[in-house]
T-cell receptor
Framework: KQEVTQIPAALSVPEGENLVLNCSFT??????LQWFRQDPGKGLTSLLL?????REQTSGRLNASLDKSSGRSTLYIAASQPGDSATYLC??????????FGTGTSLTVIP | GAGVSQSPRYKVAKRGQDVALRCDPI?????LFWYQQALGQGPEFLTY????????KSGLPSDRFFAERPEGSVSTLKIQRTQQEDSAVYLC???????????????FGSGTRLTVV
């Protein structure tokens, strides 16, 4: 079974800092990888989707990279804002019909 | 609709009670998925439909869990004789054909939080 790990489990930064969230997966034979945001009591909001043939995707202040050979993805958030506070989940589509999710990184941006 | 709609948002059930959770996917999305998210954990796959066909139910934890999508749109996840370990958020997601293999990924609903007491 694919194992997805996210480090750190929790992160607290002052407003304005740039930060990196890490995601690693055990089997590099993935089709794509997706980063989600989850606010308390809410569902998942898709942030970025990277196909296996791609190295990175960008949307606004967010940049996600994918290195299949090392089994890693990172989510870079530039100039963090209090509104970025949420749990960030990475998930990879490996086989079958499902994503395998990590346990998430809980981010707090302090004003 | 504009998004994936799930109802109820919250459900409290007494142990042993049967519950039914509803998912209205985005119009035109043929693929539908159910996930279970325990507190502090990432979502875990339960089952997958393409139109009305349940193509994968490998994630259903026991035979107390049953999902259906009879007309290829609305889906219902039913849990019989609920147990305390069933307490979780149940998330529904829909996708264009290709599901997670596509360029579009999933669109998730807000989930149903089930608490079994």
């Amino acid at each position: 079974k694919q194992e997805v790990t996210q480090i750190p489990a929790a992160l607290s930064v002052p407003e304005g800092e740039n930060l990196v969230l890490n995601c690693s997966f055990t089997d590099s034979a993935i089709y794509n990888l997706q980063w989600f945001r989850q606010d308390p009591g809410k569902g998942l909001t898709s942030l970025l989707l990277i196909q296996s043939s791609q190295r990175e995707q960008t949307s606004g202040r967010l940049n996600a990279s994918l290195d299949k050979s090392s089994g890693r993805s990172t989510l870079y958030i530039a100039a963090s804002q209090p509104g970025d506070s949420a749990t960030y989940l990475c998930a990879d589509f490996h086989t079958g019909n499902q994503f395998y999710f990590g346990t998430g990184t809980s981010l707090t941006v302090i004003p | 609709g504009a998004g994936v709609s799930q109802s109820p948002r919250y459900k409290v059930a007494k142990r042993g009670q049967d519950v039914a959770l509803r998912c209205d996917p985005i119009s035109g999305h043929v693929s539908l998925f159910w996930y279970q998210q325990a507190l502090g954990q990432g979502p875990e796959f339960l089952t997958y439909f393409q139109n009305e066909a349940q193509l994968d139910k490998s994630g259903l934890p026991s035979d107390r869990f049953f999902a259906e999508r009879p007309e290829g749109s609305v889906s219902t996840l039913k849990i019989q004789r609920t147990q305390q370990e069933d307490s979780a958020v149940y998330l529904c997601a829909s996708s264009l054909p290709g599901g997670a293999r596509s360029n579009y990924g999933y669109t998730f609903g807000s989930g149903t939080r089930l608490t079994v007491v």
